[in-house]
């Protein structure tokens, strides 16, 4: 076994720790996308070919796409967008085998697996797991440079460390997060953090939507709740905003 590959496999530890505490929540799915995606990820650092590095970045594409269905009802039925992308990812490795060809990317496809894992990254840009998805960008975008051309010898093994940060990193960002869990603020930041800017928008508007209706002159942003363009800390929220935050998470399973 490689050093890379023993590396990348102490990443299920945290990967682990991020399903057992979100399985009750709409994220579970994500979660389990994860692990697989870890799994090839795994697989790429023993193999280091490009079919095993494609394989690795399509499954970590889906992983960020299932969070952008993490809600209920709908985070189920999901799984079958997630897996039809899965397999439409899949084809260049099912021509190149068919063909008897050795594993290659035209620009079509490398722009196509890209964009996917662009979005799930940017995702998280406003959240505290901003730079965990920054490593795994600069990763994908690294091993898109290697599948037709192969790393040179001095890359080797470098981009299977990167990984291999990226989820501990990430464990860490969440672990030392000093936001009580169960204020307003806390709620909120956790539920950002985990679910990302799509998701955070949605419900950024509801929220504010909610409020311009009963007249309130608080306003939720990414960083935080503001009355007046004045910053609201956790004491000094107010508990009718609560009341209209805690019900628009509902259906996130959340908190």
Same mark, same amino acid.
């Given at each position: 076994?490689? =050093?890379?590959?023993?590396?990348?496999?102490?990443?299920? +530890?945290?990967?682990?720790?991020?399903?057992?505490?979100?399985?009750?929540?709409?994220?579970?799915?994500?979660?389990?996308?994860?692990?697989?995606?870890?799994?090839?990820?795994?697989?790429?650092?023993?193999?280091?070919? /490009?079919? /095993? $590095?494609?394989?690795? *970045?399509?499954?970590?594409?889906?992983? &960020?796409?299932?969070?952008?269905?993490?809600?209920?009802?709908? %985070?189920?039925? =999901? @799984?079958?967008?997630?897996?039809?992308?899965?397999?439409?990812?899949?084809?260049?490795?099912?021509?190149?085998?068919?063909?008897?060809?050795?594993?290659?990317?035209? /620009? *079509?496809?490398?722009?196509?697996?890209?964009?996917?894992?662009?979005?799930?990254?940017? @995702?998280?840009?406003?959240?505290?797991?901003?730079?965990?998805?920054?490593?795994?960008?600069?990763?994908?975008?690294?091993?898109?440079?290697?599948? @037709?051309?192969?790393?040179?010898?001095?890359?080797?093994?470098?981009?299977?460390?990167?990984?291999? +940060?990226?989820?501990?990193?990430?464990?860490?960002?969440? !672990?030392?997060?000093?936001? @009580?869990?169960?204020? !307003?603020?806390?709620?909120?930041? &956790?539920?950002?953090?985990?679910? &990302?800017?799509?998701? %955070?928008? $949605?419900?950024?508007?509801?929220?504010? %939507?909610?409020?311009?209706?009963?007249? /309130?002159?608080?306003? !939720?942003?990414?960083?935080?709740?503001?009355?007046?363009?004045? $910053?609201?800390?956790?004491?000094?929220?107010?508990?009718?905003? $609560?009341?209209? !935050?805690?019900?628009?998470?509902?259906?996130?399973?959340?908190?």
């Amino acid at each position: 076994m490689r =050093w890379e590959t023993l590396a990348v496999v102490t990443g299920f +530890v945290p990967i682990a720790w991020l399903w057992w505490t979100h399985r009750k929540t709409a994220l579970v799915y994500a979660a389990s996308w994860a692990i697989a995606a870890w799994a090839a990820w795994t697989l790429e650092a023993q193999c280091q070919c /490009s079919t /095993s $590095r494609y394989f690795a *970045m399509s499954l970590t594409a889906c992983a &960020g796409v299932a969070v952008l269905g993490a809600r209920r009802p709908g %985070a189920g039925p =999901w @799984n079958i967008v997630v897996g039809g992308l899965a397999a439409v990812l899949m084809l260049p490795v099912g021509q190149s085998f068919f063909a008897g060809s050795t594993f290659s990317l035209d /620009s *079509m496809w490398m722009w196509f697996l890209g964009g996917v894992i662009a979005v799930g990254c940017f @995702n998280y840009v406003p959240s505290l797991l901003r730079w965990p998805a920054g490593v795994m960008l600069i990763v994908c975008l690294m091993n898109m440079g290697y599948i @037709n051309k192969g790393p040179m010898p001095k890359d080797q093994g470098l981009v299977e460390y990167m990984v291999a +940060v990226a989820p501990w990193s990430a464990a860490v960002c969440l !672990l030392r997060s000093k936001r @009580n869990p169960t204020d !307003l603020l806390g709620i909120w930041f &956790g539920f950002r953090d985990r679910y &990302g800017a799509v998701w %955070a928008t $949605r419900i950024i508007w509801q929220f504010n %939507a909610a409020a311009k209706n009963a007249k /309130s002159d608080v306003q !939720l942003r990414m960083e935080g709740v503001f009355r007046k363009d004045m $910053r609201l800390s956790a004491e000094h929220a107010d508990e009718s905003a $609560r009341k209209t !935050l805690v019900p628009l998470l509902q259906r996130f399973d959340w908190p």
